[in-house]
């Protein structure tokens, strides 16, 4: 079987949210082309890593084009929220980023992760074409989102459920 192969040029709109209590939540990657929507199931890393990632590749872009206008990341919260429908296209395995620089788009590549590596050339793919500035949105969203969750132990670093946790660091001792 043959997976989607879909192309949303371009997006009105890129958000991720997630769905759920901290420590339970469910992270999705939606874009919307005027009235179709694509939601998408990602991993919480797969935000902060895009992010994290984004920034060097801009700068790599911009290094390549030096005369492009700059890119904000302002964004609107009432805005980046998902809305229904939520129903997920597929699981992300991969994401990745391209630059047309002739449209001056970037394309986000949202690969579907299937049971084996034989099955990776039937996996569905959405590519969402979008501007320098939406995906920044995206991206400082995101980390604004998966910032949300549980908070950190300063002890161990692991992230503590709000009845505590047993810390490594201080000998398994619930605090």
């Known amino acids: 079987m043959t997976g989607i192969d879909l192309d949303l040029d371009p997006v009105s709109l890129l958000t991720t949210d997630a769905i759920g209590q901290p420590g339970q939540r469910t992270f999705y990657l939606q874009a ?13 890393v797969q935000i902060q890593s895009l992010a994290i990632g984004l920034e060097e590749y801009l700068n790599e872009v911009a290094g390549k084009h ?8 302002e964004y609107d919260e009432t805005q980046m929220h998902i809305n229904p429908p939520v129903d997920p296209l597929f699981r992300v395995g991969e994401l990745g980023l391209a630059y047309d620089p002739d449209r001056d788009m970037i394309i986000l590549v949202a690969r579907e992760i299937l049971g ?3 099955d990776q050339e039937n996996a569905s793919i959405v590519r969402m ?9 995206l991206c400082a969203w995101g980390l604004v989102i998966t910032g949300r969750g549980r908070p950190i ?10 009845e505590g946790h047993f810390c490594p660091k201080k000998n398994g001792h619930k605090h």
């Open 66 to 73: 030096p005369n492009l206008p700059p890119a904000s990341a």
């Open 32 to 44: 919307r082309q005027n009235d179709k929507v694509v939601s998408l199931l990602v991993e919480k």
């Open 129 to 137: 074409w979008c501007t320098r500035s939406q995906i920044l949105a």
């Open 116 to 118: 084996n590596e034989l």
């Open 153 to 162: 132990c300063p002890h161990c670093g692991e992230p503590m459920e709000p």
